[in-house]
């Protein structure tokens, strides 16, 4: 008995994959500019989370996730991340029952030299979007503003209604 072909796998196709490995590729770039500088175990990832420390002081995990727009759950295991790495350290908070997150002494060292890679890195990004006929940074601003208009899940949701595989 012959069995039926499966269908097609869909991850072949992908409208965002594109844009994840760009930004992979970029990071990569960045961490080969910390590599010529010996600045060893540091992520492109970690760096805004390290500046926002530099600039702002020790934070709770919560304080840290809010200042950058990320989930306490992504910040805690990146600050774990971090921890291991030796770029941050946790010490008592303000009430003795909370902690903060804290820079090492090696982060504070080259806390300068990471702000002027971000400077850096922000007037590459400006001089490529100089160069392409729609920057990336107005593509976000009309992607919000479509997502406004009927959010992601509903334009989701719609589709699979009407996919019978989806039941």
Do not use: C, N
């Not at 420390?53 to 020790?58: I, R």
């Not at 001089?127 to 919000?144: G, K, R």
């Amino acid at each position: 008995m012959a069995t039926k072909d499966p269908a097609p796998d869909p991850t072949h196709h992908s409208r965002w994959r594109p844009l994840r490995l760009l930004q992979a590729s970029m990071d990569a770039e960045i961490a080969r500019v910390y590599a010529e500088k010996e600045i060893d175990g540091l992520k492109p990832s970690y760096v805004m989370e390290l500046l926002r420390l530099h600039t702002e002081g020790p934070m709770t995990i919560t304080e840290l996730a809010a200042s950058v727009e990320r989930t306490h759950s992504a910040v805690s295991q990146k600050v774990a991340a971090m921890r291991a790495a030796g770029w941050v350290r946790t010490v008592p908070g303000d009430d003795g029952r909370s902690k903060k997150v804290t820079l090492t002494d090696e982060a504070r060292s080259v806390a300068g030299r990471l702000a002027a890679e971000w400077r850096a890195t922000e007037a590459a990004l400006a001089e490529i979007e100089a160069e392409i006929p729609y920057p990336l940074s107005q593509v976000v601003t009309d992607i919000e503003r479509a997502l406004d208009r009927k959010s992601f899940h509903d334009r989701i949701t719609e589709k699979l209604a009407a996919d019978p595989a989806w039941e």
